[in-house]
């Protein structure tokens, strides 16, 4: 079985390969074949997986390329994990939203958006070579921003393209594991419905009963919970749920900016630093580098919810990410394992107040069958209206990025909550324009 990794000189692919070569891996691989655009970057995380494979006796044949039809000729699965613009391009979002006093973040309000209009374009195009070249492989999307990615390869390859996000997860397993419940030794459902970066937690059954009203009742279950730790217990309290930790930057709006804006540097710009420095320097063990990198990486996540000197618990870096996700979800349709998921797949019925082929992110489902979305408790108007607003600007977006629509990006940008005024949607749009490129050239 073949699988490639669409931005194979990524920092985290090395994370895949432990994840994919480990001998509790739920499936075997043949060959993993790395595809980027960078060939010098591809080398580098090639040298790390040298070095890292010793551990690893019946890892996977690796091969790299820089050839996309070569990458996915035989590809049985394809995992997408790209950063168009580079980290470069990441200080820009961020930078150019929090010059106008809006929040500026990866993939959350207008520096999201700013990303989606670079990376649709290409990841529609690798979606037209991967349907004409494997038009069997599953396409498995963690590419930022994954919803409106996702949705925007769904037009190319339909079901056959799934996006993924470790946080539903996470919160959930989370959320179980406080309540003391053992999921192999219990019947453990859920109720989570939202969008990729914004969702809720709204159930949890452990053998037919909802534990989540006496686990927000208690202040040392909420403790063990993050995301209830980042957003304090009166509020998840008063949703009667517990939100995905991107709605931080939702419910603390003026907080988040705030602390971003004097901080000494934004995430983009420590990730710029430090992962530049990385892939500039020619290290004797490669393999010890890049796990001091990634260690500091992720205990420094979200820094910007949590007060000075507040470090984030140890158990909450290492708990599998997105590649273990990703390998679950792999290794569910190629066994026929039944798995329990929460991912990003068409909507339908599901929330009747979204379109139909807009992609939701909900509990799932997956065999050799494929996907099979769960039922959806009905959604508040108060969750509704959030989760419309944010799918409107992200379809405008979309558009946007496909038809080359400078007019459709302003109206993408004023649509969204973050984005408190239509001219300074105009000024997002055009400052975009002028500090990327690319953008400049698409938004003519």
């Known amino acids: 079985m073949k699988l490639t990794i669409v931005g194979g000189g990524g920092f985290r692919v090395p994370q895949v390969f432990e994840a994919v070569a480990s001998d509790d891996a739920p499936t075997r691989i043949d060959e993993l074949c790395l595809f980027d655009v960078a060939p010098e970057r591809l080398d580098?995380?090639?040298?790390?997986?040298?070095?890292?494979?010793?551990?690893?006796?019946?890892?996977?044949?690796?091969?790299?390329?820089?050839?996309?039809?070569?990458?996915?000729?035989?590809?049985?699965?394809?995992?997408?994990a790209v950063r168009i613009g580079g980290t470069a391009g990441r200080v820009i979002d961020e930078r150019t939203a929090l010059d106008l006093d809006v929040l500026g973040q990866e993939t959350v309000g207008p520096g999201g958006l700013a990303y989606a209009l670079?990376?649709?374009?290409?990841?529609?195009?690798?979606?037209?070579?991967?349907?004409?070249?494997?038009?069997?492989?599953?396409?498995?999307?963690?590419?930022?921003?994954?919803?409106i990615v996702t949705e925007a390869m769904r037009a190319i390859l339909g079901d056959r393209v799934v996006g993924i996000c470790d946080t539903p997860i996470g919160l959930?397993?989370?959320?179980?594991?406080?309540?003391?419940?053992?999921?192999?030794?219990?019947?453990?459902?859920?109720?989570?419905?939202?969008?990729?970066h914004l969702g809720w937690l709204r159930s949890v059954s452990v053998d037919g009963t909802d534990v989540l009203p006496g686990l927000l009742a208690s202040d040392q279950t909420l403790e063990s919970i993050e995301e209830a730790r980042l957003m304090g217990f009166d509020w998840v309290r008063s949703l009667g749920a517990l939100p995905n930790e991107y709605l931080y930057y939702y419910y603390f709006a003026r907080e988040a900016t705030a602390a971003i804006r004097t901080a000494a540097k934004t995430r983009g710009e420590y990730l710029d630093a430090q992962q530049g420095s990385f892939f500039a320097a020619a290290h004797q063990h490669p393999l010890d580098e890049w796990q001091r990198v990634r260690h500091a990486r992720e205990s420094t996540y979200m820094a910007e919810s949590r007060t000075e000197g507040e470090s984030r618990h140890e158990e909450d870096v290492d708990t599998g990410g997105y590649q273990q996700v990703a390998l679950?979800?792999?290794?569910?349709?190629?066994?026929?394992?039944?798995?329990t998921m929460i991912l990003n797949v068409r909507n339908g019925s599901l929330v009747p107040q979204l379109p139909a082929d807009a992609v939701v992110e909900v509990g799932c489902t997956v065999d050799a069958s494929g996907v099979r979305p769960w039922p959806v408790a009905p959604v508040s108007l108060e969750m509704a209206g959030l989760m419309t607003q944010v799918?409107?600007?992200?379809?405008?977006?979309?558009?946007?990025?496909?038809?080359?629509?400078r007019e459709l990006a302003w109206r993408a940008f004023a649509a969204h909550p973050l984005v408190d005024s239509v001219n300074v949607a105009k000024s997002l749009v055009d400052g975009y324009r002028s500090?990327?490129?690319?953008?400049?050239?698409?938004l003519n």
């Open 328 to 339: 679950d979800l792999m290794a569910a349709i190629a066994t026929g394992r039944e798995a």
């Open 435 to 442: 500090a990327l490129p690319s953008l400049g050239r698409l």
């Open 44 to 80: 580098i995380i090639r040298a790390v997986i040298d070095e890292m494979s010793v551990a690893y006796p019946a890892a996977p044949r690796v091969t790299t390329t820089t050839d996309a039809e070569e990458a996915f000729r035989g590809a049985d699965f394809v995992f997408a």
């Open 118 to 147: 670079r990376t649709v374009p290409f990841m529609t195009n690798l979606a037209k070579i991967i349907r004409d070249v494997a038009p069997d492989a599953w396409v498995i999307n963690f590419t930022n921003p994954a919803g």
């Open 391 to 405: 799918k409107s600007a992200e379809r405008l977006v979309i558009a946007a990025a496909n038809e080359g629509s």
């Open 172 to 196: 959930m397993r989370r959320a179980v594991a406080a309540t003391g419940a053992s999921p192999t030794d219990s019947l453990i459902t859920f109720d989570y419905v939202g969008l990729n």
